[in-house]
């Protein structure tokens, strides 16, 4: 069965750079959800996206942004890199943000800033 | 908001021990409850959940059942397994119900030792 699909899964920057990470949901789900995992966290919702518009906010800092385009893919820009930001960074999707479906996720883009 | 609170590890099992992992929230309703693993290297799985009260979640023969009175979903296996060794969340949707954005436990690291 299609998975959810990450893209890179492994990312090095410098801090002060720009990064965007991919997420390609489950085919027919129109629901996206980010979330951030520090080293030894637990995972911290960033925001998501319903049939293309934002949903939920959640912690996400004004250096981020993300979209959900007209294919259902996700991307999460993040700019001015900080070394706090080195963390794993989740997309989940799921068919509908209703009617108790659960929330399938991704493996994960690794982001490294030095 | 709901908050979870999740017994913190690590823990440390030989094979075919009983595993308990304690976990309680706090929520207005009845939300639906999780759990996720994650395996060292990959994404979080969803392990079993729970939509109302007295349910009992189970999967790969770990057991949690949705207690309203005592606001737990503690997370049991009869007999543990080295493939078992893995990071677990507790979850449930931060607004209640069961659907939306997840708050997630502090994650408890289970080690299996032969």
């Known amino acids: 069965a299609a998975g959810v699909i990450q893209s890179p899964r492994h990312l090095i920057k410098e801090k002060r750079e720009t990064a965007t990470l991919k997420c390609y949901p489950i085919?027919?789900?129109?629901?996206v959800y980010w979330y951030q995992q520090g080293p030894g966290q637990d995972p911290q919702f960033l925001i998501s996206?319903?049939?293309?518009?934002?949903?939920d906010k959640g912690s996400i800092p004004d250096r981020f942004s993300a979209q959900q385009f007209s294919d259902y893919h996700s991307e999460l820009n993040m700019s001015s890199l900080e070394l706090g930001d080195s963390a794993l960074y989740f997309c989940?999707?799921?068919?509908?943000?209703?009617?108790?479906?659960?929330?399938?996720f991704g493996p994960g883009t690794r982001l490294t800033v030095l | 908001g709901n908050s979870v609170t999740q017994m913190e590890g690590p823990v440390t099992l030989s094979e075919e021990a009983f595993l308990t992992i304690n976990c309680t929230y706090t929520?207005?309703?009845?939300?639906?409850l999780f759990w996720y693993v994650q395996y060292p290297g990959e994404g979080l799985q969803l392990l079993l959940k729970?939509?109302?009260?007295?349910d009992k979640g189970s999967n790969k023969g770990f057991e949690a059942t949705y207690r309203k009175e005592t606001t737990s979903f503690h997370l049991e296996k009869g007999s543990v397994q080295v493939s078992d060794s893995a990071v677990y969340f507790c979850?449930?949707?931060?607004?209640?119900?069961?659907?939306?954005?997840?708050?997630f436990g502090k994650g408890t690291k289970l080690s299996v030792k032969p």
């Open positions: 929520a207005t309703g009845y939300p639906s």
């Open positions: 729970a939509t109302k009260a007295d």
């Open positions: 989940a999707s799921s068919p509908s943000p209703t009617g108790g479906f659960e929330q399938f």
């Open positions: 979850a449930l949707p931060i607004y209640g119900g069961s659907q939306g954005n997840l708050i």
């Open positions: 085919p027919r789900h129109d629901t």
């Open positions: 996206f319903y049939e293309k518009m934002q949903s």
